[in-house]
Structures are given as C-alpha cells and as structure tokens.
Nanobody, 120 residues
C-alpha cells in the first residue's frame, strides 16, 4: 500500500515562512513527478508547484519567487519551502505523486492534506 504523508502546515503571520514535507512509503519501483496543490473552500484544487524526477520545476505565477519545491529521491520525499507568505496563501495543501508501482503501471497518489493559515 503506497501512502503519501504530509507534515509542516500551521499558522503563521504574513511575511513568515513554512516548510511542507511529503514522504512516500510502501512498495513501488520509482516516483515520477511530484507536485503540491492547494484548495480553499468553494474553489477547485490549484497546482502550486511541481518537480519532475530529474528536478525540473514549475510554479503558478502567484508563488514564483516566494515558494521553492524540491525533492530528496533517497528519502522519497518532496518539500515546499514557502517564504513571504500572504493571507491569500491560506489553503489546505495537498501533495501529489505519480508513482511507478511495477513494470509500466503508474498511479497517482494524494496526501491527506495539511492546513496552512496565514494571518494578516
């Protein structure tokens, strides 16, 4: 059973920083792309940042220059360093990973979500 476990959310004042972690566990062959999404009530889930297995990154315009996505393939873990946080960054953040289980079988997995609240 493959699981993604997130940690690192919380309450922070505007201008502060948080670091989210997403660790994959279970039996699988490899992890392809990993990504962070966020969602606020009443809105659809939004892609925040993504990172390929080779380290290529992508960001939504609203977080460029403030957020950094990274991964440690030896630990099967992705990170999202969030600096200069704004109240509009408040959301539940979800980790996503595209995992190669075996052969050519690839499935998408989601973490349980972690709340990030930025106070003004």
């Amino acid at each position: 059973q493959v699981q993604l476990v997130e940690s690192g959310g919380g309450l922070v004042q505007a201008g502060g920083s948080l670091r989210l972690s997403c660790a994959a566990s279970g039996r699988f062959r490899s992890i392809n792309d990993m990504a962070w999404y966020r969602q606020v009530p009443g809105k659809s889930r939004e892609l925040v940042a993504g990172i390929s297995s080779g380290g290529r990154t992508t960001y939504v315009d609203s977080v460029k220059g403030r957020f950094t996505v990274s991964r440690d393939n030896t630990k099967n873990t992705a990170y999202l360093q969030m600096n200069s946080l704004k109240p509009e960054d408040t959301a539940v953040y979800y980790c996503n990973a595209r995992i190669n289980l075996f052969g050519s079988v690839v499935n998408d997995y989601w973490g349980q979500g972690t709340q990030v609240t930025v106070s003004s």
